[in-house]
């Protein structure tokens, strides 16, 4: 039995998360140009969404209008601040500030808007997380270089974050340089995360024409971005907390069997430690040179990235955490799905409606196993529970399922922290419903707050309080001591 009570520490930075793609609307407003995000159509849990080179007037693309912050941010903020929220995950639109990507000069009216946001906030004492780029690039990047690709865009990014670093260096503490960039690691990431228009039939999660090599490459100057950026934003304001965010995918062995768990730590290595070792120790790992030797991956690398890389480690690591799976040798088990990856099936846990299965101990184990390899700050940055919600006749939400899904994370994350872990800050995903970015629906809900919209882009964009709006409340009111 444990002695430690598990408890949060004083200025814990408790609040939400979100991505602008996924909630801003207003994409040909403002003087913004167009994101990779405004080019794929809606899709479901069973359709894929597919990646349009031109727009299509007969399709939807849930981006253009999201929820529609870009007009209500707020309201919004306002029932963030009601909630208690300590800090707000937030991300800019790449093209808000440069609409195209690779001009010259920022768009004042872009900038404009995000001065509003970040005042916003501040009325209502909330800190932003600002996530610099979130699988949003500027589409004309897409077209004209085939996105990160091409390493010209290395200088177009610390442009970009130039512009914020100095535009915002007494507003922003905490920034981060890319969202879940291991997902580069992925087929999926080929046009999310690497702005690359893929060779097939469209669609977004179409793996059968996958080059990993430009994928890699793609990575490797989106690591030299990130460490550029982490030093220049040092330079601007020595205050700067600038960390990494990687989309942690937690993959148990099946069995006992030795070759389950060696492909598990090799999962572990590739799709997890690959890019944060890069970014928080400054260097590629062992075992990504002997994967790149394996698949006939031959990175071109400057000179000078070596140096850049090492200069550039972030200060901080943070994180999504979803869902657990299994990985094993054996090709007949049955696969499941989660965040941005497949697995197999753990029979000794539930999943959700979307099968992704339900793991807090998962979480418990990931951030021992995080800490315990860098000695950083950690902040869990997503995490939630995608849910069908109904509205009953008198307008409440009875979710539930939510709360003890976000209950049990909580209560692993007060383990964690006893078992020594340095968390410093918790964000759950969609704190107010927004599209999907896997599948563009809005009837797969995370939020504590509902938005009456379907996913056909029909409703009313009313918001109103859930019962886990309420929950959530006391849990940031009592700093993790009050979880019923």
């Not at 004042?108 to 699988?135: C, M, N, R, W």
Request: hydrophobic share 35%; with cysteine.
């Amino acid at each position: 039995m444990s002695t430690v009570q598990p408890t949060f520490p004083n200025g814990f930075l408790w609040g939400g998360a979100t991505a602008a793609n996924q909630l801003e609307g207003g994409y040909d407003q403002g003087g913004k140009g167009l994101s990779t995000s405004d080019m794929l159509t809606a899709g479901t849990h069973t359709t894929s969404r597919r990646i349009t080179t031109e727009l299509d007037p007969t399709l939807n693309y849930p981006s253009h209008e999201a929820i529609d912050y870009y007009h209500r941010y707020k309201e919004d903020i306002a029932l963030f601040g009601e909630m208690g929220f300590k800090v707000f995950r937030m991300s800019i639109a790449w093209s808000r500030i440069f609409p195209n990507g690779d001009d010259l000069e920022p768009s004042e009216e872009g900038l404009q808007f995000y001065d509003q946001v970040f005042a916003e906030l501040k009325k209502y004492h909330i800190e932003p997380l600002v996530t610099i780029s979130h699988y949003e690039a500027p589409f004309a990047l897409a077209q004209k270089y085939n996105g990160w690709s091409d390493r010209r865009l290395v200088e177009f990014y610390t442009r970009y974050c130039e512009t914020l670093f100095t535009r915002y260096k007494d507003t922003v503490k905490y920034w981060l340089t890319f969202n879940e960039i291991n997902i580069l690691t992925l087929p999926f990431g080929t046009f999310l995360a690497g702005a690359m228009i893929p060779e097939g039939n469209g669609e977004l999660v179409d793996t059968s024409q996958d080059d990993p090599q430009a994928r890699y490459q793609a990575l490797h100057h989106q690591f030299v971005a990130s460490a550029k950026a982490v030093k220049l934003g040092h330079q601007i304001n020595p205050d700067f907390k600038i960390g990494c965010m990687i989309a942690y995918m937690c993959s148990y062995p099946l069995t006992s069997n030795p070759e389950d768990v060696i492909l598990a730590q090799q999962k572990d290595n590739l799709t997890n430690f690959l890019c944060s070792d890069v970014q928080v120790r400054g260097a590629y790992p062992g075992f990504a040179k002997r994967y790149f030797a394996d698949h006939n991956i031959t990175l071109t690398i400057e000179p000078e990235d070596e140096q850049t890389l090492k200069e550039g480690c972030v200060d901080y690591y943070t994180f999504s955490y979803y869902s657990s799976t299994c990985v094993s040798a054996d090709p007949d088990q049955e696969q499941i799905g989660g965040n941005l990856s497949m697995g197999l099936k753990n029979p000794y846990l539930k999943a959700s409606d979307w099968g992704w299965q339900i793991d807090p101990q998962g979480l418990r184990w990931s951030l021992n196993n995080i800490y315990n390899r860098y000695q950083i700050p950690l902040m869990l940055v997503e995490n939630g529970l995608g849910a069908v919600d109904e509205v009953q006749a008198d307008g409440s939400i009875h979710d539930d399922y939510r709360i003890e899904y976000l209950k049990q994370h909580v209560i692993a994350m007060q383990e964690a922290l006893a078992d020594g872990v340095d968390l410093i800050g918790y964000t759950p995903w969609g704190c107010i419903d927004l599209v999907s970015a896997g599948t563009g629906e809005m009837k797969k809900r995370y939020g504590f707050i509902y938005v009456d919209k379907d996913n056909e882009g029909k409703g009313t964009l009313d918001r109103s309080r859930k019962d886990s709006f309420f929950w959530y409340q006391k849990v940031i009111e009592s700093n993790g001591t009050v979880l019923e």
